[in-house]
């Protein structure tokens, strides 16, 4: 879970900004990124690229999260099943 990063907090805002995620590999869920818990997900000026997953190429956003992207880049997130950049 989350090639990068495994994010689980309850009811709570989280930002990712100016930042680059580049050849991340999950073999589960978020290539780059996994995300739980009822939260709120901010994602602003990043890339994401070349990350890869069996579901959620870039990220895998579970239980109810919620997702903002402003300015942002998704290229070349491969899965093997289910959304390629985001799930």
Same mark, same amino acid.
């Given at each position: 879970y989350g090639?990068?990063?495994y994010i689980s907090t309850f009811n709570s805002q989280v930002l %990712? *900004?100016?930042s680059?995620?580049?050849s991340s590999v999950a073999?589960?869920?978020g290539g780059c990124l996994y995300f739980q818990r009822n939260s709120e997900l901010? %994602? *602003?000026s990043t890339k994401f690229s070349e990350c890869s997953a069996e579901s959620g190429g870039a990220f895998y956003l579970a239980d109810?999260?919620?997702l903002l992207m402003d300015n942002c880049e998704i290229?070349?997130?491969y899965?093997?099943?289910n959304g390629g950049a985001v799930v």
């Amino acid at each position: 879970y989350g090639g990068s990063l495994y994010i689980s907090t309850f009811n709570s805002q989280v930002l %990712i *900004s100016n930042s680059t995620f580049s050849s991340s590999v999950a073999s589960t869920k978020g290539g780059c990124l996994y995300f739980q818990r009822n939260s709120e997900l901010i %994602i *602003s000026s990043t890339k994401f690229s070349e990350c890869s997953a069996e579901s959620g190429g870039a990220f895998y956003l579970a239980d109810e999260t919620s997702l903002l992207m402003d300015n942002c880049e998704i290229s070349n997130c491969y899965s093997e099943e289910n959304g390629g950049a985001v799930v």
